[in-house]
């Protein structure tokens, strides 16, 4: 028996840890290329924080202390279900305990990145948008995820 495609519920949460000055980036499996701060869709909890609560764990592990919503924001990016063309943000800082133990399922890696690393992964980012840089040389090194540039810029973190 097939499964149905997941249908996207325009809904995403992503959550903001840092560590001594550095931003805990992932680097999914699956869907769009690039390195994000950990985020998904609100599914079937019932809060924007239950659901960051639930994928922080998920993908990374780590359990949720305390949630401080950042940014909420419509922003038109693709998404691999079905349907998905936008999504309602919800951006929260978090601080969380635990060890690291990203998701093999997930994520591709998961790693504490300086802002200044989080620039050249943009800048890298900026040339992929203007098509400088090919589909294949961006699924090999990406920067990061096109939707979470535009974030970070909402965000004045680049």
């Known amino acids: 028996m097939t499964q149905s495609p997941k249908v996207c519920d325009h809904t995403s949460v992503g959550m903001m840890v840092w560590n001594d000055g550095k931003l805990l980036l992932i680097e999914r499996k699956k869907g769009?290329?690039?390195?994000?701060?950990?985020?998904g869709h609100v599914d079937d909890?019932?809060?924007?924080?239950?659901?960051?609560?639930?994928?922080?764990?998920?993908?990374?592990?780590?359990?949720?202390?305390?949630?401080?919503?950042?940014?909420?924001?419509?922003?038109?990016?693709?998404?691999?279900?079905?349907?998905?063309?936008?999504?309602?943000?919800?951006?929260?800082?978090?601080?969380?305990?635990?060890?690291?133990?990203?998701?093999?399922?997930?994520?591709?890696q998961a790693s504490w990145f300086t802002i200044n690393e989080i620039k050249?992964?943009?800048?890298?980012?900026?040339?992929?948008?203007?098509?400088e840089i090919s589909e294949e040389d961006w699924e090999n090194a990406p920067g990061l995820e096109v939707v979470m540039y535009e974030l970070f810029k909402e965000l004045r973190i680049i």
């Open 120 to 131: 050249s992964l943009s800048e890298k980012t900026e040339k992929y948008i203007r098509k």
């Open 45 to 108: 909890d019932s809060t924007f924080e239950d659901a960051a609560r639930r994928e922080l764990g998920e993908e990374v592990g780590l359990k949720t202390i305390k949630l401080e919503l950042l940014l909420d924001i419509r922003k038109d990016n693709p998404c691999r279900r079905e349907g998905g063309s936008w999504h309602q943000w919800k951006i929260y800082r978090v601080d969380a305990t635990g060890e690291l133990s990203r998701s093999l399922e997930e994520t591709k």
């Open 32 to 39: 769009a290329k690039g390195f994000a701060i950990p985020a």
